[in-house]
């Protein structure tokens, strides 16, 4: 009997510790579906305006990302350092001429 009862108390606790984790996801494709019917609400907006308008929008959603944000090219070149560092492809201080 205290086997069976053991037995009932673990599966509650794996259901209860499962909800938490199905709500995150639950909540997790809901954020993720409103973020695609913004994005197509925004470019069905867009087809809408006439081409000055268009570009202020561009403009100004252009504010809203940060100038420190790396290029593909820049990820590119940042990983061929990474690796040319990893194999010793560089030069020391005193091989620089910092005058």
């Known amino acids: 009997m205290q086997a069976q ?3 009932r108390v673990k ?3 794996n259901k209860s510790a499962a909800r938490p984790r199905q709500a995150c996801v639950v909540a997790y494709v809901a954020q993720m579906s409103s973020a695609v019917m913004i994005r197509n609400q925004l470019v069905e907006t ?3 305006l ?3 308008e268009q570009l202020l929008l561009l403009e100004i959603a252009k504010r809203f990302i940060p100038g420190d944000v790396a290029t593909p090219e820049d990820i590119l ?3 061929q350092a990474d690796e ?3 194999h ?3 030069f ?3 091989e620089i001429n910092w005058k």
């Open 5 to 7: 009862k053991n037995v």
């Open 88 to 90: 010793g492809e560089f």
């Open 46 to 48: 867009i087809d809408f």
């Open 92 to 94: 020391s201080d005193a």
């Open 11 to 13: 599966s509650k606790l």
């Open 50 to 52: 006439h081409e000055p």
């Open 77 to 79: 070149d940042i990983r």
């Open 84 to 86: 040319e560092f990893a």
